[in-house]
């Protein structure tokens, strides 16, 4: 009996201080875990080296629909989706040194649901004894900020690279080709390796381009279109309309072009421009021709009143020259003025050869 007494006591005194040991760490454990649950509204997990949950904070209670006492019977490995890649020994042991470990994993809540997190795990010493600590950050809208803007990026590449016509991406500072569609390359008869180690100079066709000037009003030409000339690989000339906007990628600002061959387009242009000189000149002959026989008309007029009038003149001269010649004796000379007879008779003659001769 006195054997069995003394075993009891010895029991109850190890259990007492186990009990006290046990107590003092949770103590501390409470302690230093509500310094860290002050940190924002992340989720903040407590747990040994086995990953058993040992505190939670409130925000956690939220984010997985568990109690807090609920919480505290599971293990990390309970809240994980079964989809998310296992965390392996080299990743636990180093959470444990004092390096950390900061990893992308997905969640999963009491329903079943599941939702992206950050979580950020380090070791910390209690009472000697190292536990596990986790920040778990809900990164749910980061991820669909980040997939928005995949999809806008995958869009704008479609539209980028199915574009017609030909598309550039320019550094404003050192005037560099930074980005460019297969159109821009193909259509000034370069390889993709040769074109992407031009600058805008290269392909610019004019011997004085101020570069810098020219970037400035291509990024200022937003609302505009500027007109330029663009030089192939072999020399030749290519009118190009050019439209510009600036934009930003990944923080830096660029200056983004569309350039449309209208090449074409002007040569049907100075056609056109040809033919309508041609048309104005054929006008201005027609117009002419149009008042010179006016003004014939006009003259012709008058004329042909002369020439009516002339004829009777004529038509009774011959019968006067009839009735003076069957009087006239020989020799004998008649004067009209200063003319002799003879040299108006002359005269007629020859006027009236004249008028045979003129419709």
Same mark, same amino acid.
């Not at 479609?158 to 193909?186: M, R, S």
């Not at 390889?191 to 000037?213: C, H, P, Y």
């Not at 200022?220 to 500027?226: I, R």
């Given at each position: ?119 950020? /795990? $380090?070791? %910390?010493? &209690?009472? !000697? ?8 950050? =809900? #990164? +749910?809208? @980061? *991820? ?99 439209? /510009? $906007?600036? %934009?930003? &990628?990944? !923080? ?8 449309? =061959? #209208? +090449?074409? @387009? *002007? ?93």
């Amino acid at each position: 009996g006195l054997g069995l007494g003394l075993w009891w006591q010895q029991q109850r005194a190890r259990f007492l201080a186990d009990y006290y040991h046990n107590e003092l760490n949770r103590q501390a454990l409470v302690q230093h875990y509500d310094y860290l649950a002050k940190y924002g509204s992340d989720i903040v997990l407590l747990m040994d080296q086995s990953g058993h949950l040992l505190e939670a904070n409130s925000s956690a209670v939220s984010a997985y629909g568990y109690t807090h006492q609920e919480l505290l019977q599971l293990n990390i490995k309970d809240l994980r989706a079964p989809e998310t890649l296992v965390v392996n020994q080299e990743q636990v042991q180093s959470a444990m040194r004092e390096d950390g470990l900061l990893v992308e994993a997905v969640h999963k809540r009491k329903d079943g649901s599941q939702f992206p997190v950050e979580v950020n /795990s $380090r070791s %910390i010493a &209690i009472q !000697g004894e190292r536990f596990l600590h986790s920040i778990v950050r =809900d #990164i +749910t809208a @980061r *991820k669909q900020a980040e997939l928005a803007l995949r999809e806008s990026e995958a869009r704008y590449r479609v539209l980028f690279e199915q574009a017609p016509d030909p598309v550039l991406l320019l550094d404003p500072t050192t005037a560099l080709i930074v980005g460019f569609n297969d159109k821009a390359y193909q259509n000034l008869g370069y390889t993709k390796e040769e074109f992407a180690r031009l600058s805008i100079a290269d392909i610019e066709n004019s011997d004085n381009l101020d570069v810098a000037q020219h970037l400035k009003t291509l990024g200022e030409a937003a609302s505009d279109n500027l007109e330029t000339k663009h030089r192939t690989k072999a020399g030749e000339t290519r009118d190009i309309l050019m439209s /510009s $906007r600036t %934009i930003e &990628i990944n !923080g830096k600002p660029l200056v983004q072009v569309l350039c449309r =061959d #209208i +090449t074409e @387009r *002007k040569r049907i242009e100075d056609q056109m421009r040809q033919q309508e000189m041609q048309l104005i000149q054929a006008d201005k002959l027609v117009s002419l021709g149009t008042l010179v026989s006016g003004m014939a008309h006009e003259i012709n007029n008058p004329n042909q009143l002369i020439q009516m009038n002339a004829q009777l003149l004529l038509d009774e001269w011959g019968n006067l020259t009839h009735f003076i010649d069957e009087r006239l004796e020989d020799g004998q000379t008649l004067w009209v003025g200063n003319l002799s007879y003879e040299e108006l008779r002359e005269t007629s003659r020859c006027c009236c050869r004249t008028s045979q001769t003129v419709p």
